[in-house]
């Protein structure tokens, strides 16, 4: 009963590095968020995405974020030239498909990701 | 705009004592909420939600939270408080849009229970 997975649980980069930050959402859930926590601070939602779309990227910063989810294989978050602004967990969601308002998100273990 | 907020950043309840975090909201249409924790280092766990129904939703830990439509809150609520009750909890309302939906969360509510 595999839940959220995202890998790598801490991930450390240098000014200027790339990161990807992968989720595998639960089996058979085709949407998937992802959301930023700062430091004892609260969740902001990100992306929101389903198989191959983009459905609401109202929380992503217009620059150097992007997010997929392709047909196969997990959602990645990348952030291009990380700046030490991005340090944060960043945790990802998954929730069955359309139909299911009703039905919860369930999040992974976060990725605390580290910019030196 | 469709927003839930927490007023309090911290709460502290002595032990065995009954304890609430308060949490409202503003949505059109139905609302559908929930209620999650966080420990330290993890991720979010899911308590309760509600959706339709009875207003007293029970969930996980012996938590329960009263749905009240009048003064648009969820709080959550737990007769007699536990030490390993300490952690960060989220309260989050799902907007239901057009053709998608998304959970908006609060900014979380600190709950501390002393020995």
């Known amino acids: 009963n595999a839940g959220v997975m995202q890998n790598p649980r801490h991930l450390v980069r240098r000014r200027g590095q790339e990161a990807r930050l992968r989720c595998s959402p639960v089996k058979g859930h085709s949407h998937v968020y992802w959301y930023r926590q700062l430091p004892e601070e609260g969740l902001k939602f990100m992306v929101y995405?389903?198989?191959?779309?983009?459905?609401?990227e109202s929380g992503m910063p217009k620059e150097r974020f992007s997010a997929e989810f392709p047909k196969e294989g997990p959602s990645i978050l990348r952030i291009q030239q990380v700046v030490r602004g991005d340090s944060a967990a960043y945790f990802c969601a998954s929730s069955p498909g359309q139909g299911y308002g009703a039905t919860e998100a369930f999040f992974g273990q976060g990725t605390r990701l580290t910019v030196v | 705009a469709q927003s839930v907020a927490q007023p309090e950043d911290q709460v502290n309840v002595a032990e065995g004592n009954p304890l609430t975090v308060k949490c409202t909201y503003s949505?059109?249409?139905?609302?559908?909420l929930f209620w999650y924790v966080q420990y330290p280092n993890r991720g979010l766990q899911f308590l309760l939600k509600?959706?339709?129904?009875?207003?007293l939703v029970k969930g996980s830990y012996g938590f329960e939270a009263e749905f009240n439509k009048s003064q648009t809150s969820f709080h959550l609520k737990k007769p007699s408080a536990l030490v390993s009750d300490s952690a960060l909890y989220f309260c989050?309302?799902?907007?239901?849009?057009?053709?998608?939906?998304?959970?908006?969360f609060g900014s979380g509510t600190r709950l501390s229970i002393r020995p």
């Open positions: 995405l389903q198989k191959e779309n983009i459905i609401d």
């Open positions: 949505v059109s249409g139905n609302p559908y």
């Open positions: 989050a309302v799902r907007v239901v849009y057009s053709s998608a939906s998304k959970i908006i």
């Open positions: 509600y959706i339709t129904g009875d207003n």
